[in-house]
């Protein structure tokens, strides 16, 4: 069977898994970058671990966790486990911000706009989670 002759054979990728690829690769470059400020000890990163009524010092744990998830999340095979961690992980977020009164959309909410964008990422290059969690047939 000719590819060219039918497009709509296994070899192409489909237009909703590239831009799944795309949204995820967006989302776990931003949390790697938030994670690399936490390892590498940045004073605004440490600030405002205190601002949120940490001790600077857990920014670095909170890093590795986060780095953690990350790897697990790009890698294709734990994708759902990394994606299960960071949700986790961005719950923590929401309760940190809600814990200091910071501003619901702009501050708090921001966690959960990041975790929707990941799963839709993930959903887009994986279908099949739409069944799993019993959302399609």
Known sequence: MDTAANPTTRTTPRLGAKIGVVISVLVGAFLAVDAAGKLAGVSQVKEGTEALGFPADQALVMGVVLT?????????????????????YLGGAVTANMRVEAPLFSATLFAVYLGVLMWVGMVLRRPELLRIAGLAR
């Open 68 to 88: 953690v998830c990350v790897v697990a999340y790009a890698v294709p095979r734990t994708a759902v486990l990394g994606g299960l961690g960071i949700t986790a």
